[in-house]
């Protein structure tokens, strides 16, 4: 899997407003900009695919910005990436359970849904209050523990 720009960015600017004061209130697109060095002109598109979806709402007006839509603990890495990029695993655009192949190849179906439920086993599972707290799950945890898991191959 590639993480895309935009899906680190996003979860990036949902870490910012989940982290710190809960009383600060709406931030704009400047502030999350710049904490988190993410050009502002991309950033206001992905607010507006997180707003689509339901994560963000925006606040017109001199206090206005960008606050979370729902508790922080309600939002999981999976729902931000679904958000900006759509499904975590497609082929040619398509879920992998709606792919199909001809003989010898039939099983490499089952490979994409495999690694599938291996992603959402992590990213439904951490959320962004968890991020903003530095508190992840054990096993997330446990995993990058594993010396492999810092290897590129």
């Not at 709402?57 to 900006?84: H, M």
């Not at 992998?96 to 010898?104: D, L, T, W």
Request: hydrophobic share 40%; net charge negative.
């Amino acid at each position: 899997m590639r993480v895309s720009t935009k899906s680190d960015y996003a979860l990036r600017a949902l870490i910012e407003m989940a982290s710190g004061d809960s009383d600060r209130g709406p931030l704009s697109a400047e502030v999350l900009g710049n904490d988190q060095d993410i050009p502002r002109g991309f950033l206001l598109t992905i607010l507006g695919d997180l707003r689509r979806a339901g994560l963000v709402q925006s606040q017109r007006g001199p206090a206005g910005g960008w606050r979370l839509a729902k508790p922080a603990d309600e939002v999981s890495v999976a729902d931000v990436i679904r958000a900006v990029d759509g499904p975590l695993v497609s082929v040619y655009d398509q879920r992998p359970e709606a792919v199909a192949y001809n003989g010898n190849a039939a099983p490499l179906q089952r490979v994409w849904i495999s690694a599938r439920h291996a992603l959402r086993s992590v990213f439904e599972h951490v959320s962004i209050q968890q991020l903003a707290d530095d508190d992840l799950p054990d096993e997330v945890t446990r995993r990058t523990e594993d010396e492999d898991a810092w290897r590129s191959h």
